[in-house]
């Protein structure tokens, strides 16, 4: 029996918007090529850094199949940034219809565009994401994303009514009036970050408010890594099912990729993006079954193109076919993005490998926070991470004995030695968007 046989909510979907999911592979090769091919003419003509990196590998744009890709320059973030703001659009200004960024944590935003065709197609794999967490019309859609530059906000909206639900564009933030709308409402789907969820279940048992007495029955989530252990407390907690939804700014916004109700690894709308996984420290691209850095390549996006994206994120290319019948490939869930990696006394460290670890332990509560500090010149990891009332009014040695597993069972999964100081329910500050999972003073003394 699989996984999704035991949920209550899980049926299958045979939306009609996800027919695209579905088409034969061989089919959804010639589309890609042909789409490929159109792209890397449409980006040669119209985008001078990729025509110059084109020409100094003396490459032409064409393309005869489509393990060519792999002589593709890569596109980076910096150059977003060295372009900013419209160096990379291939459309003039006037047939671009709107314009999202996103922030950076220093210096300028980098800017993403869109004509009236890219956001048909956003739409279209917005549509086909929500169609595959089982939405459909009559659904009543809580949109807790943030609603502005940030992508998360209307890409989801528009999925939303595009599906033919109702949508609530409540954005983010004001907690209690959130769970008033969910509850008042009749709301049967949410989207939002998995952080910000947590918040709501944390809120909604203070106010003595039964999230499963609600008709509440399905929670999209992403704008961050989370790990598997974080969506079984949330389902335990709440009982909907929880999908993981995935998409950056870069390449259109959320509606890359999207978990299928298997929940083992989320297909990525290939015949708009197409993946790689390469070595991040050679480029070499990697085999399906490897992990390494996840590339994608707009295939039909023409105010923006990039080719040879290199997104930062993690991920796995997952082999075999899918038991839901989508032909669409599938990556194992961003746990980690290359970006996240701290070096904690030589040691690579990502913080998902501690939420992991977190989560697995009785008696804890999925609100952690990383500090790294260094003292007479050595690294010093802490974890703060609150547990239950429960075991904090149990005697002391319960506490004890808890921070003492958790030390041992950290230092067998990352390597080092680290501090856990547990602490009272809501003592770590909440976010109502992106969660601020580490914080680290090195270099701040
Ligand atoms: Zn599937």
């Known amino acids: ?67 060519d890709i792999a002589n593709l320059p890569f596109t980076t973030k910096v150059d977003l940034r060295d372009t900013y703001p419209f160096g990379l659009f291939a459309t003039p200004l006037r047939e671009v219809v709107r314009v999202h960024a996103s922030s950076g944590t220093t210096g300028k935003p980098i800017v993403v565009a869109y004509t009236r065709q890219d956001l048909d197609i956003w739409t279209s794999v917005m549509v086909r994401s929500l169609a595959a967490c089982g939405l459909h019309e009559g659904d009543i859609i809580q949109n807790a994303y943030g609603y502005g530059l940030f992508t998360g906000g209307l890409g989801a909206h528009y999925g939303a009514e595009g599906i033919g639900a109702t949508v609530i564009p409540i954005s983010g933030g004001n907690t209690d009036r959130q769970l008033m709308v969910l509850k008042d409402f ?156 701290l070096i904690i006394r030589g040691v690579n460290v990502y913080p998902s490998q501690i939420e992991a670890v977190l989560l697995e332990v009785e008696g804890t509560l999925p609100h952690y926070q990383i500090l790294i500090t260094r003292e007479h010149g050595l690294d010093q990891l802490e974890i703060q991470v609150e547990v239950t009332s429960q075991v904090f009014s149990d005697r002391v040695g319960a506490l004890e004995a808890l921070s003492d597993r958790l030390v041992d069972t ?13 602490v009272e329910p809501r003592t770590i500050q909440r976010s109502e968007g992106k969660a601020k999972r580490v914080i680290d003073k090195r270099g701040q003394s």
């Not at 579905?22 to 789409?35: D, G, H, M, T, Y």
């Open 1 to 67: 029996m699989t996984r999704a046989d035991t949920r209550p909510h899980a049926r299958p979907t045979f939306h009609p918007a996800s027919a695209p999911d579905f088409v034969p592979a061989p089919r959804l090769r010639e589309l890609q090529l042909a789409r490929l091919r159109a792209i890397i003419q449409h980006a040669f003509v119209h985008v001078e850094l990729f025509r110059q990196r084109m020409e100094s590998r003396q490459l032409a744009p064409e393309v005869r199949s489509l393990a």
């Open 186 to 341: 009749g709301v049967t789907a949410i989207c939002s970050t998995p952080t910000y969820f947590l918040h709501l279940i944390d809120r909604a048992v203070q106010l003595g408010l039964d999230l499963k007495s609600l008709p509440l029955r399905v929670g999209v989530f992403g704008a961050e890594p989370w790990t598997d252990s974080m969506r079984r407390h949330i389902e335990s907690a709440t009982g909907i099912q929880a999908f993981d939804i995935y998409g950056l700014s870069e390449i259109i916004g959320p509606g890359v990729a999207v978990e299928c109700p298997e929940h083992d690894g989320l297909h990525i709308f290939e015949d708009h993006f197409y993946p790689e996984v390469i070595d991040p420290e050679t480029g070499e691209a990697l085999p399906e079954g490897q992990e390494g850095e996840l590339v994608l390549t707009t295939l039909s996006k023409l105010a923006m193109p990039l080719v040879r994206y290199r997104t930062r994120d993690i991920t796995t290319l997952l082999p075999g076919p899918c038991p839901c019948g989508r032909t669409l490939r599938r990556m194992r869930r961003i746990g980690r993005r290359s970006d996240d990696m």
């Open 410 to 422: 950290i230092q067998r999964v990352i390597g080092i030695h680290s501090k856990v100081t547990l």
